[in-house]
């Protein structure tokens, strides 16, 4: 199983980013999806998920409004839209997925929110 995220980066308070996590070495329609981020001295929160589907996806009341979760299963790729960047977004973005009994990570993706 691999996961690696890519499209991070700085951009300025109100600007807009895509991340990416392109998945590997499983059947990626078959699973739930999700977006976790950890900011320094913090603790791993999860951001937004997305069901096999895409059908329904679910969100961190902080992101609600601005941030965009989505799937494209012919692509095994998943991707967060997100706009209204705030200073407090400034964090290493990771795609999850839990096969099973065991949960995979990406390496992360770092997003620095900044003037």
């Known amino acids: 199983v691999q996961l690696v995220e890519s499209g991070g980066g700085l951009v300025q308070p109100g600007g807009s980013l895509r991340l990416s996590c392109a998945a590997s070495g499983f059947t990626f329609s078959n699973y739930l999806m999700s977006w976790y981020r950890q900011a320094p001295g913090k603790g791993r929160e999860l951001v937004a998920s997305i069901t096999r589907a895409g059908s329904t996806t679910t969100y961190a009341d902080s992101v609600k409004g601005r941030f965009t979760i989505s799937r494209d299963n012919a692509k095994n790729t998943v991707y967060l839209q997100m706009s209204s960047l705030k200073p407090d977004d400034t964090a290493m973005y990771y795609c999850?997925?839990?096969?099973?009994?065991?949960?995979?990570w990406g390496q992360g993706t770092q997003v620095t929110v900044s003037s």
């Open positions: 999850k997925v839990r096969l099973l009994i065991s949960t995979y």
